[in-house]
């Protein structure tokens, strides 16, 4: 009983305590409330109001009146920044990074905005310039991915590879896919200069970053290829099966010429049809159609789309078995399915894209790095309309 009437009475003082809190802090807010210059205020009005150019006028006010507001300077310089006028974000960045008393984390934050302005500008040297002064400082992180950037922009491979790793040194996470890319663009670049064996070698380097990087497989296929081991080709490019099933789209044209180079064109119809029937692709159905009316004529390819359209009907599917039909169609029926064929090919004309999925980039071709976002390997290697009719 004494408990009870112990707690009853402590519960008046716990309200007290609170009161006097709550005064404590409204007194604090309203004395640094009247620290902050007038024209914060009217500039924090016109953003929440959505009148930018209003709100950019009073902070340059602020600024201009007292020149120790740091956070102003980020804030100003970011907002132009993102307006597109790199002009005015450079200077207030330059004119903040001028102040002798600035702290050092500061002057890093200073130094990395202004680096973000010049790499929106596309003055790449003086961003690597400026992003190199904060590879030790604790912006370091952010530095090398800015650096990774313009790297990759001026297709300096080997200088991306090693910003990477220090990315991926320093706990920023994994780089494994991008280095395997990078190893890639220049194992391209030699095989363009017929320097067969470094791209073996830089190829090897590619697929120990990321044993699961088609693209890697694919130009090690071609590099012996170049050198003229067809049959050593053929068993690197069907290992692309075991990385990535959707990705046979993406072979099947060189296995269907490495099995004609071999003497051996069925046994590359008959694999890819295999295929067809695990993953079916437009992709792979084009090669494969061609092959089958070479091989096994019209009859064998009416059938194949047949049965491709039964399993996944589709109008590029569709587009292929008018065009079989066409071949042996008789006279009085032939205009009018080529009017229909033409039809069909307009609207699919329209649907054969690859589409990046980060971005929603479109294409005609498969790309390995998306042009309209830079990232790697978001491109699916199906069509748009393929990927409509499995959602």
Known sequence: MEFEIWMLLGIPLFFALGWIAARVDIKQLL???????????????????EQPDKAIDAFIDIVKLDPETVEMHFALGNLFRR???IERAIRVHQNLLSRPDLPADEKAHGQYELGMDYL???LLDRAEETFNLLLETSYGAQARRALLEIYQREK???RAI???LGLQESGAGARQKEIAQFYCE???DALVHMHTDDALALL????HADRKNVRATLLTGDAQLEKGDAEGALVTWRRVEQQSVPHVALVAQRLMDGYRKVGRPQEGVNLLR???????SIDLIEVVFKAVIELDGVDAAKQLMVEELRRNPTLLGLDKLLEARLMDAPADVWDELSMVKNLVRGYTQKLARYQCSHCGFKARQFYWQCPGCSRWETYPPRRTEELNVMN
């Open 31 to 49: 004395s640094e409330s009247r620290t902050l210059p007038r024209g914060y205020f009217r500039g924090l009005n016109f953003l929440l109001n």
């Open 274 to 280: 295999s295929y067809l029937a695990e993953a079916s």
């Open 156 to 158: 300096e491979w080997p």
């Open 186 to 188: 220049l194992a391209q």
């Open 204 to 207: 090897d380097k590619a697929l």
């Open 83 to 85: 307006r597109g006028e």
């Open 162 to 164: 090693e910003a990477a």
């Open 120 to 122: 929106k500008a596309g």
